[in-house]
């Protein structure tokens, strides 16, 4: 009985596809959800890892819009010359667990993953972001929305990989701006705890004075 995993790390692009095309891998990049997603379980099976080809590590413009390649993590986002129309975007990578997370972590990844939690889904639909895919067959694009199928699925093919994010160009500047439910929720708890903290000191505060000025308090 075999066991362990098989492991390929991909220096170009053309390695990768053609891994692919020769049998069934799994897509490692951060490796932030693939691991956790183990448990006790071990890493089986081969695992084709990403991150360490250089035209995946890229972002780049022309006239058409933005690129952002498969291994650009979220440090990358949060760091990189981007116009405002990312500021939500930013705003995303920025609340993504960690530094230590985002110092890992895709923005690729986290699409792949196709959580209903995912951080960079809203801030990428909005920015119209197309996935970027490719195979031995060929090259394909496919909006976001039409890429996440569901919960935990995608449209990507077993000999597919994702080679990075389009997101066309704007005529119109616009900045966006991203909070996460759980800030909300925090946000609404602390303004209320300090609408009570200052009920409570109210409270206090007039019987303590009654007290001092030598009236009785109830
Ligand atoms: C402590 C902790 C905190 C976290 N906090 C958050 C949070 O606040 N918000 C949030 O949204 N997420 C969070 N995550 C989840 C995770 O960090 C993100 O989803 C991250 O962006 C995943 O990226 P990755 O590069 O690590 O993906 P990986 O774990 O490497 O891969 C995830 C999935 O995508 C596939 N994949 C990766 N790259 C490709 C590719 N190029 N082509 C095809 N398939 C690919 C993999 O096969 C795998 O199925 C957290 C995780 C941890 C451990």
Not at 73 to 94: E, S, Y
Not at 101 to 114: D, E, F, H, K
Request: net charge positive; with cysteine; aromatic share 8%.
């Amino acid at each position: 009985m075999r066991h362990g995993a098989d492991y390929l790390r991909a220096h170009d692009l053309d390695a990768a596809v053609t891994a692919l095309a020769g049998g069934r891998w799994r897509i490692l990049a951060g490796g932030t959800d693939l691991f956790p997603a183990l448990q006790d379980r071990p890493l089986d099976g081969a695992v084709l890892d990403v991150s360490a080809i250089p035209e995946l590590t890229r972002i780049t413009n022309d006239d058409q819009g933005w690129y952002i390649g498969a291994a650009v993590t979220w440090q990358d986002i949060v760091r990189a010359n981007l116009p405002a129309a990312f500021d939500g975007l930013k705003a995303a990578a920025r609340e993504v667990g960690s530094i230590q997370i985002q110092n890992r972590a895709t923005l690729v990844g986290n699409l792949c993953n196709a959580s209903p939690a995912a951080d960079g889904v809203p801030p990428l639909l909005t920015l119209d972001a197309e996935v970027l895919l490719r195979s031995s067959a060929g090259a394909r694009q496919l909006p976001l929305g039409q890429f996440i199928l569901g919960n935990r699925k995608t449209a990507l093919a077993v000999d597919e990989l994702v080679t990075g994010l389009f997101v066309p160009g704007r005529r119109q500047p616009a900045s966006l701006v991203f909070t996460s439910l759980a800030r909300a929720v925090i946000w609404l708890f602390r303004s209320a705890w300090w609408r009570r903290g200052w009920w409570w000191m109210m409270r206090v505060s007039s019987p303590m004075r009654r007290l001092r000025s030598g009236r009785a308090v109830r």
